[in-house]
Structures are given as C-alpha cells and as structure tokens.
C-alpha cells in the first residue's frame, strides 16, 4: 500500500523555523519526483518546490525561494521540507506528493494528508 506520511507542522512566530517531514512507503522512492504544495485558507493548491529522484535538482517558487529547502533521503525514503525566515503569508496546509514524472502530478501521482503550518505572532 502506497503511504505518504507529513509531519513537522505547527505554530511559529514570524521570521521562526520549521522542519518537514515526508515518511513514504509502498513505492519505489528514488525513482520519483517528489513535491511540496500547500493550500492557504480559501485559496487553491500552491506550488512550493519540487526535486528530482537522485535529489540533484531541485526548484522552488518565487514566493519561497531564498528561504525555504527541499531535499530527500532516499535510503531512509523520506523528503524534507526546511523552512526559515517563515512569514504569515506562508501559513497553510503543505501537502508532499510523489510521481514518475514532474508533471504528472495532479493525474498520476501519489499524496499525503497533510500538515499544518500557522505562522502567527
């Protein structure tokens, strides 16, 4: 069974630090893109970064660049999210989500439940 497990969310202050996880399982992992995507409070699915399979390339929004780094373990089949200087704009609901290929995504690809970001003073 295909698992995607998010976690590391909760309550930060502006300009604080938080770290995701994405614990994956049922799939074979270093052969997927991986990505974070997140939703705000009435707003759609954002983008936020993506990486390759080896982790050798990586991209990342303009909104977040700068200030936020994905990365993977592919012997431990896990991705990572690691956010700095976090603002209230990045408060939101962030999603992983896994697929052979980039843009398959939305169609073919495999997601998480979720894990809540609030930045908030």
């Known amino acids: 069974e295909v698992q995607l497990v998010e976690s590391g969310g909760g309550l930060v202050p502006p300009g604080g630090s938080l770290r995701l996880s994405c614990a994956t399982s049922?799939?074979?992992?270093?052969?997927?893109?991986m990505t974070w995507v997140r939703q705000a409070p009435g707003k759609g699915l954002e983008w936020v970064s993506l990486?390759?399979?080896?982790?050798?390339?990586?991209y990342y929004a303009d909104s977040v660049k700068g200030r936020f780094t994905i990365s993977r373990d592919n012997d431990k089949n896990a991705l990572y999210l690691e956010m700095n200087n976090l603002k209230p704009d990045d408060t939101a609901m962030y999603f992983c989500?896994?697929?052979?290929?980039?843009?398959?995504?939305?169609?073919?690809?495999?997601w998480g439940q979720g894990t809540q970001v609030t930045v908030s003073s």
């Open positions: 990486i390759n399979g080896d982790g050798g390339n990586t």
């Open positions: 989500a896994a697929a052979l290929r980039c843009d398959w995504f939305e169609s073919h690809g495999y």
């Open positions: 049922g799939f074979t992992f270093r052969n997927y893109y």
